[in-house]
């Protein structure tokens, strides 16, 4: 709603005469108000041009330096079988009532619905970072109690949260340090091997593609998609097996979300499983297995990629059946 208000004031100023520019990552809103458009990477024009002589494949191509190929979930996700992670009648009061569901090896499980549904909360409960009143759960077979984010990490859990700034990372501290902190949790010895430490980081730098002049550099001077990706490898070096990505590519430019999209890929066909909130309705269907939709607290709806459009997801997400 105020997404709208602000694309409607933006028109009605370009038609009092105001010129206009208008920077966003969001493809949508660019071809609904812009008339002409610039691509910049790495600092540099690449291209610029009219509109309506372009369409959004090709201005992403621009973006990232090349083309972007849309993989569907089907072609990269195998059915193991293998429950990894099961949740039974996980009941918060007044914020999340009874939620069940599975997620197995291999799979990328979507969590959709409208801010204020629970899908934070249900990933924060799951991760033990908020108190739960009544519910099990269930890694591999055998149930666990998870009374802190420590005991989720030792049980194989990771949460990338939606506040990557203020809850994902230390922006006062250097990449190195932010690569390696979540697993010192899980050492009794709290001694640093500063050696270990600094390979670990460049392997996980080269991996993922960060761009950074310097593994001692702030974290918090990045752009989101490399902090994003400083707060994957954390979590990949505790060796989690089960991982809940709260709105991973919020904020972050279309190249560095494609990364993300086939690093999430590479992770299932090695065998883990990924939980998908996102608000973005698009992101949703082109990664998910299966897609949970919640609503006011509970899981409202439950669809397989196959079946799944926006329109159905919606209707969950407002309380429909």
Partial sequence: EDVNRLLNMVSFLKKKGVAIIFISHRLKEIFEIADRYLVLKD??????????????????????????QQVEPQSFFKEHKEELLRVEGLTRNGVLNNINFSLYKGEILGIAGLRGAGRTELARAIFGADPIDSGK????????????????????????????????????????????IAKMSLKKMKWIKRKNERTVAKNYVEKLKIKLPHLDVLVGSLSGGNQQKVVLAKWLETGVFILFLDEPTRGIDVGSKSQIYNLMRELCQAGMGIVLISSELPEILENCNRILVMHNGEISGELNRADATEEKIMKYAVGGV
């Fill in 137 to 180: 759960l269930y890694i591999k077979g055998e149930e666990i109690r998870i009374t802190s984010p420590t005991s989720a990490i030792k049980s194989g859990i990771g949460l990338v949260p939606e506040d990557r700034k203020g809850q994902g990372l230390f922006k006062n501290l250097s990449v190195l340090h932010n690569i390696s």
């Fill in 43 to 68: 600092g540099e024009q690449i291209d610029d041009g009219w509109i309506s002589e372009t369409n959004p494949d090709d201005l992403i191509s621009k973006m990232v330096g090349r083309e972007i």
